[in-house]
């Protein structure tokens, strides 16, 4: 079981960065991919970046691509998002979770964590 708490949310005028951090206890976090995904209100959630366990391969949804860098660091157990060129419809509540294998498929997930707001005002 790995218990997973995200920070970093908050209220980021268009253009500006925001980093989000996925904090992992309770379990081998270094045996798991995590992905991020977000979920705007009246919309599915959809994937938005994931990471392999050891780090040294990516995936990114093609809206993020070149603004966003997800790393993580398993010393620390953590997983961070760095957001930058924010735009309006980045909006969304931002979630991170961990699977067996990278991948962009929501239910292939076995553990999620509760979310961060991250508003993006035009």
């Known amino acids: 079981q790995v218990h997973l708490v995200e920070s970093g949310g908050g209220l980021v005028q268009a253009g500006g960065s925001l980093r989000l951090s996925c904090a992992a206890s309770g379990g081998t976090f270094r045996r798991y991919a995590i992905g991020w995904f977000r979920q705007a209100p009246g919309k599915e959630r959809e994937f938005v970046a994931a990471i392999n366990w050891i780090g040294d391969s990516t995936y990114y949804a093609d809206p993020v691509k070149g603004r966003f860098t997800i790393s993580r660091d398993n010393a620390k157990n953590t997983v961070n998002l760095q957001m930058n060129s924010l735009k309006p419809e980045d909006t969304a509540v931002y979630y991170c979770?961990?699977?067996?294998?990278?991948?962009?498929?929501?239910?292939?997930?076995?553990?999620w964590g509760q979310g961060t707001q991250v508003t993006v005002s035009s």
């Open positions: 979770a961990a699977s067996n294998f990278m991948t962009r498929v929501p239910t292939e997930y076995m553990y």
